[in-house]
């Protein structure tokens, strides 16, 4: 009887309180979505769960070992999601409240018409040209994390997204096409940037600076990565740190248009 008093009790304050979780709980979610720890994270909702269940129906035994164990285990939890941690505090740090609207675009749930859909198209037929001539590439797409800190290692840029001038940036004879390209809402916001590095022993040794930088970037944000290789042409995919695969252009373009709705 004591739950159902419980519930009758339950107040406006309780409502925005199961709200703010559940959006926790989302976003947590898409950090973790397309990663091994998305298995953890929902192996780690069910046990809580359980946990609150026999503490309800005050099953003392088991709930006290539920209770130990979740207990410790949040000290293994911080080890485990280290880059998905560093990730959501990235996202949290970024949040802008100036004139770029940037925190209801990490936000999502609110959508504005000022923010212009990125021409995937377009980067995807650079990307091919470019690799029809081994014109070695690294293209960051920008999501939720504001990659502003990055771009003073580069030079500041304010150009529309089309092929002609993906493919001008990377030119072998252009000035720019060392380093790495951010793009925006469909603007090249900087050239030349320079990335961090991953050293992940993992990847294999055929892949040189340009993939590392591609694996370093998406593993500390949530930006999405494109590398042509200038040895083999070919165009690899990054996100959260790994290579996706992909089996032609059409499939590729959806996948990237997918990350950013």
Not at 104 to 120: G, P, Q, R, S
Not at 175 to 192: C, F, M, Q, S, Y
Not at 230 to 236: A, D, V
């Amino acid at each position: 009887m004591e739950i159902f008093d419980d519930l009758l009790k339950f107040s406006v304050v309780d409502i925005i309180d199961v709200v703010l979780v559940a959006f926790l709980l989302y976003y947590v979610y898409k950090l973790v979505k397309g990663t091994v720890a998305i298995n953890i994270f929902i192996g780690i909702v069910i046990v809580y769960i359980i946990w609150k269940l026999t503490q309800a129906l005050q099953m003392q035994l088991l709930s006290n070992i539920l209770g130990g164990f979740i207990s410790v285990g949040m000290f293994a939890l911080i080890v485990v999601f280290q880059q998905e941690i560093r990730k959501f505090l990235l996202m949290i740090g970024s949040t802008n409240l100036s004139g770029k609207g940037k925190f209801f675009k990490n936000l999502k749930f609110i959508k504005t018409d000022v923010i212009a859909e990125t021409d995937v198209e377009s980067i995807i037929a650079a990307c091919n040209k470019m690799g029809s001539t081994k014109t070695g590439a690294l293209i960051v797409i920008e999501r939720n994390n504001n990659l502003d800190f990055l771009t003073n290692t580069g030079d500041e840029m304010n150009i529309k997204v089309t092929q002609p001038i993906i493919e001008s940036i990377f030119f072998k004879n252009s000035p720019l096409h060392d380093g790495a390209a951010i793009i925006e809402n469909n603007i090249v916001k900087a050239t030349r940037v320079i990335l961090p590095v991953s050293n992940d022993t993992n990847i294999p040794m055929r892949f040189g600076l340009r993939h590392r930088a591609a694996v370093g970037i998406t593993e500390k944000t949530d930006a999405v990565a494109l590398v042509v290789s200038e040895e083999t042409g070919q165009i690899s995919y990054i996100k959260n740190g790994k290579f996706v695969m992909f089996n032609d252009t059409v499939e590729l373009t959806d996948l990237i248009q997918k990350e950013l709705v």
